[in-house]
């Protein structure tokens, strides 16, 4: 079964950069790993605003187990002006994005 999960944060102005380079990091991990059944995608909305897609088709996602993951998370309460939003998704519509 295919889980969608979504994560939605606002980070300081002054930290978006550096939350910017983290989670590039993360791609460049995923980039070498390839783990299978997994897809992954980070937006910026306007200046300050991240919303993360996941989407699992088997099991868990492996981002806990990235060490990028790891770094990225470990200092990211700093970097936010509000605790991330966590849901999963039902995709009503799709016309060639997932």
Known sequence: MTT???????TRPDATA????LVRAVYDELAQRHPAGFRYA????????FLHL???DAGPAPL?????FQAF??????RVTAP???SEA???GNHRLI
């Not at 969608?4 to 606002?10: A, D, G, I, M």
């Not at 550096?18 to 380079?21: I, M, S, V, W």
């Not at 998370?73 to 700093?78: M, T």
């Open 42 to 49: 980070t937006l910026l909305l306007g200046e300050t605003e």
């Open 84 to 86: 991330p939003r966590r």
């Open 54 to 56: 996941a989407v699992s």
């Open 90 to 92: 039902t995709i009503i």
């Open 18 to 21: 550096e939350n910017t380079r």
């Open 73 to 78: 998370q470990r200092d990211l309460a700093s």
């Open 4 to 10: 969608f999960h979504v994560v939605q944060y606002p």
């Open 64 to 68: 806990p187990d990235l060490p990028a």
